[in-house]
């Protein structure tokens, strides 16, 4: 099981941005993935999480209308992104599943994080 | 929600560590625990208070008291030199929180 994210990314404050995270090794649509952010040297906070069965999703009240999340389960891949991006947003960004029936709301695996700078 | 954690906790070689976790709903939701080295990805190393997932090794363990989860690691080694994050819920907007973490630093 292994969840691949895409690669860092530089970008100017009002410029779109999507980055993804692809599911090995597993059945993608039977389990809730989850977006987080960690900015530099900070903890991690829950942004919100998608369920690639049927795209159904749950952003925290934190990150709502700031970035959209979004899956295409025929190529097993899910997807954060903004419109406008803002120096704010500059983080580490990592997507975990979740493995609810056995690990309950655990984050049982991680994919390595994209680092996201946004800089004019 | 919040859940609070000591900044940093300093342990020698071979000794005991021990991180908590305050929240007020601990007594009735799980508490999860996560290991973050520098430069990596978190790892899971407690589910549901005190399970261990595979691949852990034995001297990492956890328990709850009341409003208070504690991850122990016992004859710490130096490859455990990390941050531990705790999670948790309390059910009402954010069902996923985690503690601001606690920098493990083997002497």
């Known amino acids: 099981v292994q969840l691949e994210q895409s690669g860092a990314e530089v970008k100017k404050p009002g410029e779109s941005l999507k980055i993804s995270c692809k599911g090995l090794?597993?059945?993608?649509?039977?389990?809730?993935l989850g977006w987080m952010r960690q900015r530099p040297g900070g903890g991690l906070e829950w942004m919100g999480i998608?369920?690639?069965?049927?795209?159904?999703?749950r952003y925290s009240p934190s990150f709502q209308g700031q970035v959209i999340m979004s899956v295409d389960k025929s190529i097993n891949t899910a997807y954060l992104q903004w419109s406008s991006l803002k120096a704010s947003d500059t983080a580490l960004y990592y997507c975990?599943?979740?493995?609810?029936?056995?690990?309950?709301?655990?984050?049982?695996?991680w994919g390595q994080g994209t680092v996201v700078t946004v800089s004019s | 929600y919040e859940l609070t954690q000591p900044p940093s906790v300093s342990v020698s070689p071979g000794q005991t560590a021990r991180i908590t976790c305050s929240g007020h709903?601990?007594?009735?939701?799980?508490a999860y625990w996560y290991q973050q080295k520098t430069g990596q990805a978190p790892v899971l190393v407690i589910y549901?208070?005190?399970q261990r997932p595979s691949g852990i090794p034995e001297r990492f363990s956890a328990s709850t008291s009341g409003t208070t989860a504690t991850l122990t690691i016992s004859g710490v080694q130096a490859e455990d030199e990390a941050n531990y994050f705790c999670?948790?819920?309390?059910?009402?907007?954010?069902?996923?929180?985690f503690g601001p973490g606690t920098k493990v630093t083997v002497l």
């Open positions: 975990a599943r979740l493995y609810t029936d056995l690990f309950g709301d655990a984050f049982e695996t």
């Open positions: 090794g597993y059945r993608f649509s039977d389990h809730w």
């Open positions: 998608i369920y690639p069965g049927d795209s159904d999703t």
């Open positions: 709903a601990l007594p009735q939701q799980y």
């Open positions: 549901k208070d005190t």
């Open positions: 999670q948790s819920t309390d059910r009402s907007h954010i069902p996923y929180v």
